[in-house]
């Protein structure tokens, strides 16, 4: 069975920034991709970062790219998602995804396990 556990959202303001954690356990990950997803009130999750656990390949949605950062920390089994000049329309509901297949996706549809979610707040 496949636990992921977010962590490190929180309340900010617009420009700051926050480090979001996703502890995956349960089985081997060397052969799978993460993604990060985002859900704001009332709109669809939608795909924000992933990225290859073996090869460290990543993918970005057009959204955060230049300003957020997907990383994973093999020892740790861990995958991070740096998030930098946060704007208000960044506020979401943050959810860590994992896929069994090592090829990064966007759609929602692609990812077999998902965290709980962590809110992301970003004043202006």
Do not use: H
């Not at 303001?13 to 993604?35: E, H, K, V, W, Y």
């Not at 924000?48 to 740790?76: C, H, L, P």
């Not at 998602?81 to 208000?88: G, H």
């Amino acid at each position: 069975q496949v636990q992921l556990v977010e962590s490190g959202g929180g309340l900010v303001q617009a420009g700051d920034s926050l480090r979001l954690s996703c502890a995956a356990s349960g089985r081997t990950f060397s052969n799978t991709a993460m993604g990060w997803f985002r859900q704001a009130p009332g709109k669809e999750r939608d795909f924000v970062a992933a990225i290859n656990w073996g090869f460290g390949s990543t993918d970005y949605a057009d959204s955060v790219k230049g300003r957020f950062s997907i990383s994973r920390d093999n020892a740790k089994n861990t995958v991070y998602l740096q998030m930098n000049s946060l704007k208000p329309e960044d506020t979401a509901v943050y959810y860590c995804a994992a896929r069994t297949g090592p090829i990064v996706r966007r759609r929602v549809i692609d990812y077999d396990y998902w965290g709980q979610g962590t809110q992301v707040t970003v004043s202006s």
